[in-house]
């Protein structure tokens, strides 16, 4: 959901969601970036969507999607979790969490990745 400008200094972007679908709404803003274009594979977010019995968070999909082709002991993350007094969205100040993820899921799978790899 980010509408903003692609900031000068990023190399790459990754494309999270039904990824065509995205691409056909986005790509104006895309257009004059001089990086690299990611998208999640459909299959992937499809995945997830199984999983979780709702519409994955970008963030989940982005992890999974990693762990599905880098072989790691260690995988680094920052942003996750959601504590009071801190902002839910780095990117889109004042932006809250909404309904159509499964959080409880979402959550719960986290804790089972950090068991299994530290991430």
Do not use: C
């Amino acid at each position: 959901g980010y509408d903003g400008p692609v900031p000068d200094a990023v190399d790459w972007i990754i494309i999270a969601g039904p990824q065509m679908l995205w691409w056909q709404q986005q790509w104006p803003q895309l257009i004059n970036h001089r990086g690299a274009v990611l998208g999640v594979p459909l299959q992937s977010w499809r995945a997830s969507v199984q999983q979780l019995h709702a519409p994955p968070s970008a963030g989940f999909l982005i992890i999974q999607w990693l762990r599905s082709f880098m072989p790691f002991k260690q995988l680094s993350i920052t942003g996750f979790g959601i504590k009071p007094k801190l902002p839910y969205h780095h990117a889109i100040k004042g932006h809250q969490a909404v309904t159509r993820h499964n959080w409880p899921a979402e959550h719960q799978q986290l804790n089972k990745w950090i068991q299994q790899h530290p991430l």
